[in-house]
């Protein structure tokens, strides 16, 4: 599968190849399903919290005698029964970590890449490097790539730090590094922008 390769003005200058190992495999829908509901239990933080009746303060009187009022036996205020008791079968933090299977991981993430591809959801620049920091610019050639009301997810190769900050604050955009993109933001993108060391470095990455 070939693309058009575009500048930064949106100009087409020539043409990639796409490997099919990465992005022309059947997409497997149960896999990716799989490791999406994994990904995002593993994203929980899991430190809601509430007291039980042992936890609340205060409570070590009884507050009122145990016969002849008329009232209903009480031995503390601190019951679950009570306005300011302890919470009953209420939520302690805990840990939603799990494991996946690195094979069941790697199937799932050319599914995601092979999915985009066969659905006209990739772009490729020649690059991306910004002189300085400015939202403006990114701004700029994403309009200048047609990617103007698409949920973005840029891929290029290093770490440039002028292209993180300007992507920082885009709803519509979110830059990460090829070599650690995840199915999830895959997925969750309308169109992955790769540069073309990012699609080199993927495909080295994933598509062995």
């Not at 009122?64 to 933090?93: D, E, H, N």
């Not at 772009?123 to 610019?137: Q, S």
Request: charged share 30%; proline share 3%.
């Amino acid at each position: 599968m070939e693309l058009k390769l575009y500048n930064k003005e949106g100009s087409e200058i020539g043409t990639v190849k796409l490997s099919d190992e990465l992005f022309g495999a059947e997409p497997n829908q149960y896999v990716v399903h799989q490791y999406v509901v994994n990904y995002l239990s593993n994203q929980r933080q899991g430190t809601a919290s509430t007291k039980g009746r042992s936890d609340v303060r205060g409570g070590g009187k009884k507050p009122y005698r145990q016969k002849g009022t008329g009232r209903a036996r009480a031995g503390t205020i601190r019951s679950p029964l009570w306005r300011g008791g302890g919470t009953v079968f209420g939520p302690a933090p805990k840990s939603y970590f799990s494991k996946f299977p690195r094979r069941m991981k790697r199937l799932a993430q050319i599914s995601a890449f092979s999915d985009k591809a066969q659905n006209d959801g990739i772009r490729v620049v020649d690059d991306l490097t910004l002189e300085e920091i400015k939202t403006r610019a990114l701004v700029k050639i994403l309009d200048n790539l047609g990617l103007e009301d698409k949920r973005c997810l840029i891929l290029d190769e290093g770490q440039s730090q002028n292209l993180i900050m300007s992507a920082r604050n885009l709803k519509r955009a979110k830059y990460t590094r090829a070599a650690l993109a995840n199915a999830y933001d895959i997925l969750n993108a309308d169109v992955l922008l790769f540069t073309k060391a990012g699609l080199e470095k993927a495909e080295e990455v994933f598509g062995k």
